[in-house]
């Protein structure tokens, strides 16, 4: 949410000023930016927006729109994409090795971390279901709960996303990493299969790992590393 006040206007709640432009009577306007409350909880365990890290990177969360697999908002006051500030900087160097790869393209984060409260909504959508498979027992946790893992995908220099031949968040074997599999059976094409590798490349060249299950996830370390050096996000 933005907000406009004047120069000489104190407004305490508003804790991000952003920028100041000055008008044509040389007053200066300030324009803010209200951080949410689970931002300012996210930044309070030390988690950094990705945007103040590389401005380049393009964040969308699919969390925060209906248009998930739980086709619910489950990030009722977030927009922002958070990461621990190693995993920031590892997704910059990624950004800048597509860039040097595809001129023009740019990564496109749909989820960063997660409290454990949305955890717990999304494995109550598949728990007892044959899709359970697809998302972590909050048990257990996510590496997602610890700001250290990531969905995304790349998008072009029209903004438009590659093919990868499955959306974000597909329940089925074409989302997996199986390429001669995938490509033998027919169920992705082989420049989906190039989009994907594309992607691969570059997160793995910038320390990221796959998952064999979801071409769009990726984790900067393992769960014993992050449970060792972070606080779970509840």
Not at 40 to 63: F, K, M, N, P, W
Not at 172 to 198: C, F, H, P, T, V
Request: proline share 4%; net charge negative; with cysteine.
């Amino acid at each position: 949410m933005m907000g406009c006040v004047s120069k000489t206007e104190h407004k305490p709640a508003f804790n991000d000023l952003s920028f100041l432009i000055p008008d044509s009577t040389d007053i200066f306007i300030k324009i803010v930016k209200l951080k949410s409350e689970i931002a300012i909880r996210l930044e309070s365990l030390g988690l950094v927006d990705i945007i103040t890290i590389d401005s380049s990177i393009v964040v969308e969360l699919i969390y925060s729109t209906s248009e998930n697999f739980t086709g619910q908002i489950l990030y009722d006051d977030l927009s922002e994409a958070y990461f621990q500030p190693a995993v920031a900087i590892m997704l910059s160097n990624a950004q800048k090795f597509l860039q040097d790869t595809l001129p023009g393209a740019k990564l496109l984060i749909y989820d960063a971390a997660r409290p454990v409260s949305v955890q717990k909504k999304m494995w109550d959508k598949v728990k007892n279901t044959r899709f359970e498979k697809y998302v972590a027992n909050p048990e257990r946790t996510s590496l997602h709960n610890y700001g250290v893992a990531v969905d995304l995908t790349i998008i072009d220099k029209s903004g438009t996303p590659l093919d990868m031949g499955t959306p974000i968040d597909y329940f089925g074997k074409a989302a997996g990493n199986y390429d001669e599999i995938l490509i033998k059976e027919g169920l992705i094409s082989i420049e989906q299969l190039q989009n994907r590798q594309l992607l691969r490349l570059i997160m793995e060249k910038a320390g990221f790992s796959p998952i064999r299950g979801e071409w769009w996830h990726f984790n900067a370390f393992s769960l014993a590393v992050a449970k060792q050096r972070y606080n779970i996000i509840e």
